[in-house]
Structure formats: C-alpha cells, structure tokens
C-alpha cells in the first residue's frame, strides 16, 4: 500500500456506526440548522405521541380528527429524518471532495 491508500484506509476506520455519521453532519458547515431539526423531530414525536393517546381516547365522533393529525405528524416526521440524512450526506459528501481535492493538490506539486 503507498501512503495515499494507507491514509485513506486509517480514515475509514473512524467511521463506525450510524451515531458516528449523524454526529459527523453535525460538525459540519450547517451544524445549527442540523440542530434545529433535530428539535422539530423531537417535537414532531411529542405530538405524535399526544395524537395518538388522543385518537385512542377520543370519542368516534373525533376520532377522525385525531387519526388525521397523527398521520400528518408522522409525516412530517419522515420528512423531518429523511432530510437530516440528506444534510448529512451532503456534509460527508463535500468533506471528502475537500480531502481528495488536498490529496491531489499535494500530487500536482510533487
């Protein structure tokens, strides 16, 4: 193995697990706004929860009502996550365009 590929390798070891990914979108360029979507996720869980202990409760004239709201919520919070992962992977995604951009930089002046 030359030094590139030995490098490349030792890197890839860091990563470990889906905590260690969502935790590398946070430290990236849009960090704050990872964070606010991370509390809307939160958020949108609470009252789904609160949605569904309604629809269970309800009478049947609401229950309607309350099932509606519960899926609604669920909604938006797939599209909560699905966007996270996005972010996410457009941090990763540029994180390594910036390595191989350094990486073939230093090959150019050697």
């Not at 669920?74 to 996550?81: F, H, I, R, S, W």
């Not at 390595?99 to 930089?105: M, N, T, Y």
Request: contains cysteine; proline residues 1%.
């Amino acid at each position: 193995m030359n030094v590139a590929n030995k490098k490349i390798h030792t890197e890839s070891k860091g990563m470990k697990g889906l905590i260690a990914y969502l935790k590398q979108g946070i430290n990236g360029d849009l960090g704050w706004l990872l964070k606010i979507g991370y509390c809307l996720g939160v958020i949108l869980t609470v009252i789904m929860a609160f949605c569904a202990y309604q629809f269970f409760t309800a009478s049947p004239n609401t229950q309607v009502f309350w099932g509606v709201l519960f899926i609604l919520t669920l909604n938006g919070q797939m599209a909560t996550k699905l966007w996270i992962y996005m972010q996410t992977n457009h941090s990763q995604t540029m994180q390594e365009l910036r390595s191989i951009e350094k990486r073939l930089k230093s090959l150019i002046k050697n």
